[in-house]
């Protein structure tokens, strides 16, 4: 599903806030009073899917609503975003780990106050302007020294007040497709689970982005590679036997090498992302690898299709920062089965 730099008005809008017990993440759901209230109450219950297990003391504030979205797109996000050092990201990362995941995480990050990230594309790459070859990139510029999150996964980190009224990101829902707001018998065969595709969008506001799909975007561009300043935490997990091969610490990269979910630098990996819309595999790299059913971040979803959070979903979100009971490696794999779709079927995309 689609994330926007740019974070757009919902006017008037109405307020909910809906969270947890205290000491979990809670939401602020601002809405436009036209509003389905079974939309709203998808919202939260979505909401609840992340609360139940999230235990950050933060509030994340979201407008919500419906609009006219591109064909094909069932929702899109856009996310309000927040820019520190590689530095200081290290430093919040190491003083928030509690679990397995945070120490292994942290214990994988490189020290110093730069990153090696290989690259393809820009107009400085070696092999030419604009080519698909990687290149190491390790000069120390912007963008091997600067994270840039999403406010919410800034609030979660401890690098941003969480008690301001700043909007974190806006979650915008098509008006094209059929929804089914009820989960409890299945899904509909003729429409999509609201609360699950919320429950994606509201996991890219909480950080599951990538600057990558910025560099596919300007891949032809007349960019040099400090214009990329976009790298992301999930991206400080992302890697490949090139990049660790070539000595980078991230796979920065647009094409359709596989590129993993990796605490330790590819030594071991966890699961795949998606590579790119323009010039990759076709889908967002701020997704899981597509037709896997990796988890409630996969890029696109089916009519019918049951859709939830995975103990994959789980571990990334903790890897970046937040704070998750139980810890994710005990935590079963949830929805994907009796109504989970073969990969064989045709799957409606989501961004």
Request: charge should be negative; hydrophobic fraction near 40%.
């Amino acid at each position: 599903m689609k994330n926007l730099k740019k974070l757009l008005k919902l006017v008037p809008l109405l307020a909910v806030a809906f969270g947890g017990s205290a000491q979990a993440l809670e939401f602020k759901f601002n809405y436009d009073p036209s509003m389905d209230k079974r939309a709203l109450a998808g919202f939260e219950a979505a909401g609840k899917l992340w609360s139940s297990v999230l235990r950050d003391d933060v509030t994340v504030n979201l407008n919500i609503g419906f609009s006219a979205l591109d064909p094909g797109v069932l929702g899109q996000t856009g996310s309000a975003s927040y820019r520190t050092s590689y530095s200081n990201f290290r430093m919040a990362m190491q003083l928030d780990a509690t679990t397995a995941t945070d120490k292994a995480a942290v214990s994988g990050l490189k020290g110093g106050s730069c990153l090696n990230v290989l690259m393809n594309g820009t107009a400085v790459n070696p092999a030419g302007w604009g080519s698909s070859t990687p290149y190491l990139d390790n000069n120390c510029n912007a963008n091997n020294s600067t994270i840039d999150m999403t406010l919410a996964n800034a609030r979660a980190l401890g690098l941003w007040n969480a008690a301001d009224n700043n909007v974190d990101g806006e979650v915008s829902f098509s008006t094209l497709f059929n929804w089914d707001f009820n989960r409890t018998d299945g899904i509909a065969s003729n429409a999509f689970d609201f609360i699950g595709v919320a429950a994606h969008e509201i996991g890219h506001a909480l950080g599951f982005v990538s600057g990558v799909d910025v560099l596919d975007y300007y891949f032809d561009g007349p960019y040099t590679d400090n214009a990329f300043s976009f790298i992301s935490p999930t991206d400080v997990f992302r890697c490949s036997t090139l990049s660790r091969d070539m000595g980078a610490d991230v796979d920065f990269t647009v094409d359709n090498r596989t590129k993993n979910f990796s605490l330790d630098n590819c030594k071991t990996t966890l699961t795949s992302f998606s590579t790119g819309t323009d010039h990759g595999d076709g889908q967002q790299a701020s997704h899981w690898k597509d037709n896997r059913d990796i988890g409630i971040m996969d890029p696109t979803g089916a009519y019918g299709e049951y859709m939830d959070i995975t103990a994959l979903d789980f571990q990334m979100f903790d890897a970046i920062g937040w704070n998750f009971v139980p810890e994710p490696g005990s935590i079963a794999l949830l929805g994907f089965g009796a109504f989970g779709l073969a990969a064989a079927r045709r799957r409606a995309k989501q961004a």
